[in-house]
């Protein structure tokens, strides 16, 4: 059985996919979500194999509420967005449906994904059996009606489509924080409640491990994102990369005071301190037009 | 008049002064059409000083050559000559100030005729500039919103068909309206809101129970009058607002109030003040009304945003233009044409 959740915040739109799936019988919708809050919890009960994900819903879109999902399974994105908004993401995820889509459009998303699936699956088997040389022909765990055949002609070039769906979704997040959408707040999740940050009240980031510590005044976060990704991200005229393990918000610094041989530091309002290196001293007299 | 005092004869002075006033007539119609087409820089006045200096050199040469030969021949002697070569200096003087005079007068009224029709052109240029830039704003709306609705049509089709005839007629009717609108034509505040209707009726299909709406209005207030596709983004900002920015049920309240020559329209919503920043940035939606508001009325202060708890209030006051003037005779004509102010 396939399990697929549909996350939609208009219940039309979701009635529509679910009619387009009853021509798919190993395809199961085990949730109806109308917004982010509900598809993270359905997808932490369930763990889909599938998700239909609108953008634009209430407080969350849809790809914030991807990066909040440990795991996230691959996705056909429905939504209504023009083909010019979405065109940077439409090589990684498995697929996007432009409302209003017809049955024709929608078969075609579903035929693909479930190739890259069944691919996927094959792959999975194949390296928990025999390891590398073998050369068993993949199979099918889920013979659906149209993707036998076309499963044969395409695993020639098997190792590429394995690691697609989900992989995918990883690199579709980092493109999509590139968005207007996103460059205003930051989506995070603390003790299982999910806090959306407006950047403006972001004091500093801080490096950790794998994370990155977003600290505002009501506390610290953390986001598993990269320095550099919010470096990108985030507007350059307001966050300053000072140093290797930090990015501050300009707005928030009341004094530069220098600090051991060719360093300094920044004293923020709430009364941190953050490191300034030499090359991001230069950056942030830049920004502040000293 | 004056050539009678040095002694000569009213014949001789009476052709001397014709021939002379009318080659300066001709040098001024000269100097005048030249002038047309030709203005000097300001900071080449010093030109027309040499054009008139020169051509009062030359009307001097010019009556010379045709009244010496002239009169002398009549007279047969040398007085004319001589009284001719005698005042020169003072004809210089004389021609000289008058085409100085002209030259003046001609430069002024070219100039301000010029001045004149530099500010038309710049009111004409502003003018377009600004109907284009209407357009443009009352344009701006949501494709979001077209494709939506016709994605919930295309789910009603297969189950609901009589739902869907209704849903295709509202959204016709809808699109009908926003392309029949212009400026020339302010509307009713009773027909805008008919219109608002029918653009809530198809965001409730959308949206399902989620959305319900509050509309009110005083008796007098539908009579009033506002510019079309003004109303209406302020309702589709309420609507993004609250709908987007909370996941609960939705009320939106719409009420107009008629008041002193304005009509007050607010129009409220919830969000949620931990994650959003209305005060900051108004949105797209309001900062181009209120440009429009400000093109129209040349005023800022028509629109007002207000924030208590978790609603939020969108006050917009328009201007009953034709209300101070009721005693005037061509009120119908400002009510029309308001949108030039």
């Given at each position: ?6 996350i939609?915040?208009e219940p039309l739109?979701r ?9 798919y ?7 109806e ?5 509900e598809?993270?919890?359905?997808i932490?009960?369930?763990?889909p ?5 609108d953008?634009?819903m209430?407080?969350?879109n849809?790809f ?5 999902v440990?795991?996230?399974?691959a996705?056909i ?5 023009d083909?010019?908004a979405?065109?940077?993401f ?13 049955k024709?459009r929608?078969?075609k998303a579903?035929r ?5 699936h ?6 999975a088997?194949r ?12 199979v099918s765990?889920?013979?659906g009606?149209m ?7 395409e ?7 394995v690691r697609?769906?989900?992989e995918n979704?990883?690199?579709l997040?980092d493109?999509a ?6 460059q205003?707040?930051?989506v995070v999740k603390t ?6 940050i ?5 004091h500093?980031?801080e ?7 977003i600290?505002?005044h ?6 598993n994102?990269?320095?550099?990704y ?5 507007d ?6 000072t140093?290797?393990s930090y990015i501050?918000?300009?707005q928030?610094?009341?004094r530069?005071?220098?600090y051991?041989k060719?360093g300094?530091l920044c004293i ?5 301190q953050?490191p ?14 000293l | ?10 014949g001789?002075a ?5 021939v002379?006033?009318?080659?300066l ?5 000269f100097?005048?059409?030249?002038l047309?087409y030709y203005l000097?820089k ?10 008139s200096l020169g051509l009062?050199g030359l ?7 045709i ?11 040398n007085?004319?000559a ?5 005042s020169?200096?003072?004809r210089f003087?004389?021609i000289f ?5 002209m030259?003046?007068?001609s430069?002024?009224?070219?100039s ?5 029709q ?15 830039e209407?357009t443009k ?10 494709f939506?609705s016709?994605n919930?049509i295309s ?8 739902e869907?005839?209704?849903m295709?007629q ?8 926003n392309l029949r ?8 505040l009773s027909?805008?809101?008919q ?10 299909v959308?949206?399902g129970?989620r959305?319900s709406?509050?509309i009110?209005h005083?008796?007098?207030s539908?009579d ?5 596709m ?7 900002n309420?609507?993004?607002f609250?709908?987007?920015d909370?996941?609960?049920?939705v009320?939106?309240s ?9 009509v007050r329209i607010t129009?409220?919503?919830?969000f949620?003040?931990e994650?959003?920043?209305?005060t900051?940035?108004?949105g ?11 093109l129209?009325f ?7 945003t207000r924030?208590?708890?978790c609603?939020?209030t969108?006050?917009?006051k ?10 005037n ?7 029309t044409n308001n949108?030039?102010?």
């Amino acid at each position: 059985m396939i399990k697929a959740i549909i996350i939609d915040d208009e219940p039309l739109a979701r009635l529509i996919v679910r009619e387009y799936l009853q021509a798919y019988p190993e395809i199961t919708v085990v949730q109806e979500c109308g917004d982010g809050f509900e598809g993270i919890k359905a997808i932490q009960q369930h763990h889909p194999d599938l998700l239909f994900l609108d953008i634009q819903m209430p407080k969350i879109n849809g790809f914030e509420m991807l990066e909040l999902v440990e795991e996230p399974p691959a996705v056909i994105f429905t939504t209504a967005f023009d083909e010019y908004a979405i065109r940077a993401f439409e090589t990684h995820a498995v697929d996007y449906l432009l409302k209003p889509f017809n049955k024709q459009r929608f078969d075609k998303a579903i035929r693909k994904w479930l190739d890259q699936h069944a691919l996927a699956q094959a792959a999975a088997v194949r390296t928990a059996t025999n390891p590398p040389a073998a050369e068993n022909p993949p199979v099918s765990p889920n013979p659906g009606p149209m993707d036998a055949p076309r499963l044969t002609t395409e695993t020639g070039s098997a190792s590429e489509p394995v690691r697609n769906s989900r992989e995918n979704t990883r690199v579709l997040l980092d493109t999509a924080g590139y968005s207007p959408l996103q460059q205003h707040r930051v989506v995070v999740k603390t003790g299982g409640k999910i806090k959306i940050i407006p950047v403006e009240d972001i004091h500093y980031l801080e490096a950790s491990d794998d994370y990155v510590k977003i600290h505002t005044h009501n506390g610290a976060f953390l986001k598993n994102k990269t320095m550099s990704y919010f470096e990108k991200v985030l507007d350059a005229a307001q966050f300053v990369r000072t140093h290797r393990s930090y990015i501050l918000n300009v707005q928030q610094v009341t004094r530069i005071d220098p600090y051991e041989k060719d360093g300094h530091l920044c004293i923020l309002q709430s009364g941190a301190q953050v490191p300034v290196s030499k090359a991001g001293y230069v950056k942030l007299k830049a920004v502040l037009g000293l | 008049m004056l050539l009678l005092g040095f002694g000569l004869n009213p014949g001789t002075a009476l052709t001397d002064s014709l021939v002379t006033n009318a080659l300066l007539a001709l040098a001024c119609s000269f100097i005048s059409n030249n002038l047309q087409y030709y203005l000097p820089k300001n900071e080449r006045y010093w030109y027309i000083l040499f054009v008139s200096l020169g051509l009062s050199g030359l009307i001097l040469l010019a009556s010379k050559g045709i009244l010496v030969p002239l009169l002398g021949a009549k007279t047969g002697d040398n007085n004319y000559a001589l009284f001719f070569s005698r005042s020169w200096p003072v004809r210089f003087d004389i021609i000289f100030l008058q085409m100085g005079c002209m030259t003046i007068l001609s430069v002024l009224w070219y100039s301000s005729e010029e001045e004149q029709q530099n500010l038309q052109r710049r009111a004409d240029a502003e003018r377009l500039s600004r109907e284009a830039e209407l357009t443009k704003l009352r344009q701006q709306f949501a494709p979001h919103f077209l494709f939506n609705s016709l994605n919930s049509i295309s789910a009603l089709v297969g189950r609901q068909p009589e739902e869907a005839r209704k849903m295709i007629q509202q959204l016709s009717d809808f699109l009908r309206g926003n392309l029949r609108r212009d400026d020339q034509q302010w509307v009713l505040l009773s027909v805008e809101l008919q219109y608002l209707e029918l653009y809530l009726a198809i965001e409730k299909v959308r949206f399902g129970h989620r959305l319900s709406t509050v509309i009110d209005h005083d008796l007098p207030s539908l009579d009033m009058r506002l510019p079309p596709m003004l109303l209406q983004p302020i309702v589709e900002n309420a609507i993004k607002f609250g709908l987007y920015d909370t996941t609960e049920p939705v009320t939106i309240s719409i009420s107009a109030r008629a008041e002193d020559h304005f009509v007050r329209i607010t129009v409220q919503n919830p969000f949620d003040p931990e994650t959003s920043r209305p005060t900051k940035g108004t949105g797209f939606g309001l900062s181009s009304i209120q440009r429009r508001l400000y093109l129209l009325f040349a005023r800022a202060d028509l629109l007002e945003t207000r924030i208590e708890g978790c609603l939020f209030t969108t006050t917009v006051k328009i201007p009953q233009l034709s209300i101070p003037y009721t005693t005037n005779a061509d009120n119908k004509i400002s009510l029309t044409n308001n949108n030039d102010l």
